[in-house]
């Protein structure tokens, strides 16, 4: 899916370029056949989902300039995996989302309701 829609059904907003985020470093969760990940979910980085995502073995917060990642802190916006994201929330540490700047495949593993109670831009 290279489209360019969110989960609101409207056309898919940046998420963020400092730093620049998305599995292309295009600013946009975009996805196409190489994201296996599904790196869709524009979430705000918290200190309690950096530790989650630190404890499930992948740490977020160090840089690693070999794949153009410059390691997050909490406040930066940054294209989560679908999965990762939905496990956070399982586990009480989602962090919040950009609905605007998420792509409608997350819509794939995450119905948009709980999207909504966890967003930081309410679509009502």
Request: charged content about 20%.
């Amino acid at each position: 899916m290279n489209d360019t829609i969110n989960v609101l059904g409207a056309a898919l907003q940046p998420c963020c370029t400092d730093p620049m985020t998305g599995f292309y470093r295009t600013g946009s969760c975009l996805t196409g056949p190489g994201d296996t990940g599904s790196h869709v979910v524009c979430a705000e980085m918290t200190d309690e989902f950096l530790a989650y995502s630190r404890s499930r073995g992948n740490d977020l917060s160090p840089p690693a300039p070999q794949f153009s990642f410059p390691g997050l802190v909490a406040g930066d916006q940054w294209c989560l995996c679908a999965v990762r994201w939905r496990e956070a929330l399982d586990a009480g540490v989602a962090p919040p989302v950009v609905l605007a700047s998420t792509h409608r495949k997350t819509l794939e593993f995450v119905p948009l309701e709980l999207l909504e109670r966890h967003a930081l831009d309410p679509s009502s």
